[in-house]
């Protein structure tokens, strides 16, 4: 099938490599100069593990081609699939701006039926939007459909060559049609397509995210009520999830969620219910949770030290979760402000999210970014974790306790073994264990 895609960021890029490696031919259409030339040349903006060679293998094979120009990327694909940006408005809802245009966009150049299918999280509506956009600028007929992305950053090429479930919003019999054959070779040995109404799809997005969002503050608020009972939150955790009515998924504590996804889709939801006179109170509480648990780290550490003028601290972590370098929203930037706030020094290492951070914080002579875990601990005063890498879960303890001025660490994912931390001399500061 020919295919378009509108925007290359992380769900525009999976989702066109990913289909392009199933055969069909892919336009990724981006109006950002600068990226479209770097995927060109080769290079991949983005960390995801297991993309790169996808987008190559289906570039060098003809499938998949990288432009800025509007009206060829219109006129490629019957199916054009927007998956812009949509981030938060100062108010909390979503900016629908890059969506609304490239409607225009496509309504301006096609000469053809379209369908255009939005990938991008939207608020309950935005197809209706789209369809008005559309037919200001064009007087063929199209069909407009929601079919949501549910991609882990992290895992989502995986997520979408084997997807848990593809969503398809539509009362268009042809478009429904034209996406379960654009599906079908990921579902080969059971059905995953689940038809519903347009808006039903775009509230279900929401939906799933802020239930994900809503277990982990839930479990954030039992990590701190077991610290302070003196309970231990990894054998809750176990206990909770050995339920089958509740799984393990999404109950580990922390330091607070961040990304591209959670944040912002609990704040649009909740602007979205308010303006439909539905206040959702609990996800009120998740936000607020959240951006409390985000300083638990930092106050562990002045709990710990007083006052933190002239002290240096190792953070091993920036990204807002392990194999991505997204450092949107995420915790590591919480803890550093609150950190050098207080007059500390910061000298952090992350395998993937080094250059981001180094963007973000040139020119604060207080964070330095190293190229190494251990060349992080170099003067510093203590340790904290911030980020689930894999290269984080077994480290030297004795080469970790050599460098620091204090052994103390402290955890904000919960990796390590109170006890071993402590037969290995350290001071150890886990979120909601017992130590």
């Not at 989702?15 to 600068?34: H, K, M, P």
């Not at 395998?351 to 875990?373: K, M």
């Not at 904000?412 to 073994?417: I, P, S, T």
Request: glycine fraction near 8%.
């Amino acid at each position: 099938m020919n295919v378009t895609v509108i925007g290359t960021g992380y769900v525009g890029l999976v989702t066109g490599a990913c289909l392009a490696d199933a055969g069909n031919a892919v336009f990724c259409l981006d109006l950002n100069q600068e990226k479209i030339r770097s995927l060109n040349e080769g290079r991949i903006p983005i960390y995801e593990p297991g993309l790169e060679p996808i987008v190559r293998r289906n570039r060098d094979a003809g499938r998949l081609a990288f432009s800025t120009d509007v009206a060829a990327g219109v006129a490629h694909g019957e199916l054009q699939l927007i998956a812009v940006d949509t981030p938060p408005g100062e108010d909390g809802s979503a900016d629908l701006r890059q969506v609304l245009a490239a409607a225009q966009a496509i309504g301006r150049h096609m000469k053809s039926w379209k369908l255009v299918a939005t990938k991008s999280t939207v608020p309950v509506g935005t197809a209706d939007r789209i369809k008005l956009a559309i037919e200001k600028e064009s007087a063929v007929a199209f069909a407009v459909v929601s079919n949501p992305e549910f991609l882990k950053e992290g895992a989502a090429v995986e997520d979408f060559m084997r997807p848990d479930r593809v969503i398809i919003g539509a009362e268009d019999a042809r478009a429904v049609a034209l996406l379960r054959q654009l599906y079908a070779p990921f579902q080969r040995n059971r059905e995953r397509v689940i038809v519903m109404s347009v808006r039903s799809a775009e509230l279900t997005k929401y939906a799933a995210n802020a239930m994900l969002a809503s277990r982990i503050s839930f479990m954030n608020e039992i990590a701190n009520l077991a610290e302070a009972l003196g309970a231990d939150v990894e054998e809750v955790r176990r206990g909770v999830g050995s339920d089958p009515r509740i799984g393990y998924q999404f109950l580990y504590s922390g330091a607070g969620f961040g990304g591209s996804c959670f944040p912002k889709d609990v704040k649009a939801l909740q602007k979205t219910a308010a303006e439909a006179g539905r206040p959702l109170r609990v996800l009120a509480a998740v936000e607020q949770v959240n951006e409390a648990q985000k300083h638990v780290l930092g106050d562990k550490i002045r709990a710990r030290f007083g006052s933190l003028s002239a002290r240096t601290f190792a953070l091993w972590g920036l990204a807002f979760k392990a194999n991505t370098d997204d450092m949107r929203e995420a915790p590591s930037r919480t803890l550093i402000a609150d950190l050098i706030g207080a007059g500390a020094a910061v000298r952090a290492y992350d395998p993937a999210a080094g250059r981001e951070a180094r963007r973000l914080f040139e020119g604060n002579g207080s964070v330095r970014i190293l190229d190494s875990a251990m060349a992080a601990l170099e003067g510093a005063d203590a340790l904290a974790v911030v980020t689930e890498w894999q290269e984080f879960r077994s480290p030297d303890f004795a080469a970790i306790k050599a460098k620091l001025k204090t052994p103390a660490i402290f955890d904000g994912r919960n990796l390590y073994d109170p006890a071993v931390l402590k037969s290995a001399g350290f001071e150890y500061f886990p979120i909601g264990r017992k130590t």
